[in-house]
């Protein structure tokens, strides 16, 4: 084994550590505090006990929640990890190129026909929602086309103007349905985690790492990309391609994301460029890094959410700006005072 590959192998070991900690500190932690070691006997050996209270907390409420929490962490930063590495801006976020905003338009337009129900793993939602964000980026794709091209500054141009053009289209939507609708509508919309069915739990967790693997055969094609798109062209690279394989991945993982926990911000832009500071732009290592760093994040707002005004609970994406927007207005200025130099 070389020195990197030993070195990415202990990054992702670090990084999955912190990870189980989360989730176990998470499970622990709510209104009912659960006794860590009574978490280590029912995890570890004696399993699921339908007649004791504690048990029903740890695997009927707190386990699901947590589990989906880390999985839409983990989905939007390698959604967040895409969008920088085609954009090559560290801006670049499942908002930007209005995948968000597509998912959600497609969420809300299943929530307003009263589609929000679940059989087993097939909820109308989901497949709304992941509609809804590839409608989006087929949009953007082909608004943004130039000789058979998708330059970057028109990609970031479409974008915004798709993302804008679903935004009014989910709060035209709203502003038709029924009271009872508009309220379960504008909860999600903030951001709520939930605990969710273990059939769904599989189901996200399968969807999202058939995409992680196709999206690491690319890393590194995403790794030479990043020295510009002719350079990438004359080293057997082909860009155009690679963007519109990626971009299509990318829109799936929102879509699944947006699905189970509504319009959750600055994941997919905080966590990529954190890790990326932190260890480097090999996407080999920065996909796997991302996905780790994304569901800890998650996992300690949501868990953040439910504690700040307990027994009442926040929405998780209120958190996530909080946390954000400083983030944010941080990464402008740096980036303003590297372009002045």
């Known amino acids: 084994m070389t020195s990197k590959s030993y070195s990415r192998l202990l990054i992702i070991t670090l990084l999955s550590s912190i990870l189980i900690a989360s989730i176990a500190v998470a499970i622990c932690v709510g209104p009912t505090w659960v006794n860590p070691l009574s978490l280590v006997n029912y995890l570890l050996l004696k399993g699921w006990d339908g007649s004791d209270t504690a048990a029903v907390i740890i695997f009927q409420v707190r386990l699901p929640r ?71 980026i087929f949009l953007v794709l082909n608004i943004s086309r130039v000789s058979g091209k998708f330059p970057t500054f028109t990609l970031i141009l479409s974008g915004v103007m798709i993302n804008s ?55 590194m094609a995403l790794n030479v990309m990043q020295m510009g798109e002719e350079n990438a062209l004359w080293l057997g690279v082909e860009a155009e391609k690679v963007k519109i394989i990626v971009f299509i991945v990318a829109s799936v993982l929102t879509g699944i994301a947006v699905t189970v926990s509504g319009l959750i911000g600055f994941v997919g832009l905080m966590v990529p460029h954190l890790m990326r500071i932190i260890f480097g732009p090999d996407h080999r290592l920065l996909l796997p890094a991302s996905a780790l760093g994304g569901a800890i994040f998650l996992v300690i707002t949501d868990t953040l959410a439910r504690v700040i005004m307990s027994p009442a609970e926040l929405p998780v994406g209120v958190v996530t700006a909080m946390i954000g927007v400083p983030f944010f207005i941080y990464l402008l200025k740096r980036r303003r005072k590297l372009i002045s130099i």
């Open 66 to 136: 947590v589990l989906i929490a880390a999985l839409v962490g983990a989905c939007l930063a390698v959604a967040g990890v895409v969008f920088q590495a085609i954009l090559r801006n560290p801006l670049g976020s499942p908002f930007i190129l209005g995948a968000s905003s597509g998912a959600a338009f497609g969420a809300t337009l299943a929530f307003a026909l009263g589609l929000d129900v679940t059989l087993g793993i097939l909820n109308p939602v989901s497949f709304f929602a992941i509609f809804g964000a590839l409608l989006s």
């Open 165 to 219: 053009f679903f935004s009014a289209a989910s709060m035209f939507i709203i502003s038709i349905s029924r009271p009872e609708q508009v309220h379960r509508i504008t909860i999600w919309l903030m951001g709520q985690i939930q605990s969710v069915e273990y059939s769904q739990i599989i189901f996200v967790s399968l969807s999202f790492l058939v995409s992680l693997v196709i999206l690491f055969w690319f890393a």
